[in-house]
């Protein structure tokens, strides 16, 4: 059972449209992270939401966490070409346990 | 940057002979992890390290044996690799004050 789902699983979109991705649980997180991959990269941290409802921006990306803390959304808006990657979204259950993974969203922007 | 290598980068064995991956980290944190990701499905925990010599199993340990004689290197150890074990493989640190990890730039490890 994956304990994050991750939706889209793909999503192919012209530069300058907007898009959501949603990272979705039935279990509470005390944190929840979101990273992006480039091919032949590791994974890259963009931003940690801990607080349920909190709102965070970063440039035209916008995450939020939702109010119970069993989920998550990046909004990309305006989306480019250097957008492009693999977004994971990560959930911290408690205290120094690992990290939870999702599947990813694999974003393609096209010029 | 998080000071984090991983060597070799890339590497072609047989099944059955043994492999050996190294993460080395220039910032002496606690928390260390092995990962392994996959089409289909995503990262995946292999072993992490809260200390030297305090190893833990992930959710895919079975193949796989890890050692940390020291906190700046973590290796991981294919004692006889399958062909199933063909996969790229990202060390991560956590930084002592949160949960957040930063991961190197991966071995690609192809087992023929």
């Known amino acids: 059972t994956q304990l994050l789902e991750q939706s889209p699983q793909f999503l192919s979109i012209q530069e300058g449209e907007n898009l959501t991705v949603y990272c979705n649980s039935s279990s509470v997180f005390s944190s929840l992270q979101w990273y992006r991959q480039e091919p032949g990269e590791g994974p890259v941290l963009l931003v940690t939401?801990?607080?349920?409802?909190e709102v965070k921006k970063l440039k035209r990306l916008t995450f939020q966490f939702g109010d119970a803390r069993k989920d998550s959304s990046l909004h990309i808006t305006a989306a480019q070409p250097g957008d492009t990657g693999l977004y994971l979204c990560?959930?911290?259950?408690?205290?120094?346990?690992?990290?939870?993974f999702g599947k990813g969203t694999r974003l393609s922007v096209i010029a | 940057d998080a000071g984090i290598t991983q060597s070799p980068r890339h590497k072609v064995t047989e099944t059955g002979t043994p492999v050996t991956l190294r993460c080395h980290q220039t910032e002496n944190h606690r928390y260390m992890y092995w990962y392994r990701q996959d089409p289909g499905h995503g990262l995946r925990l292999i072993h992490y390290?809260?200390?030297?010599?305090?190893?833990d199993k992930g959710e895919v340990s079975d193949g796989y044996s890890v050692s940390r004689s020291k906190t700046e290197d973590f290796l991981l150890t294919l004692e006889s690799a399958t062909s199933s074990q063909t996969s790229v493989y990202f060390c991560?640190?956590?930084?002592?004050?949160?949960?957040?990890?930063?991961f190197g730039p991966g071995t690609r490890l192809t087992v023929l």
């Open positions: 939401v801990v607080t349920g409802g």
């Open positions: 991560a640190i956590r930084r002592d004050t949160s949960n957040e990890q930063f």
């Open positions: 390290s809260y200390g030297v010599k305090d190893t």
């Open positions: 990560a959930g911290e259950r408690s205290g120094n346990t690992p990290l939870v």
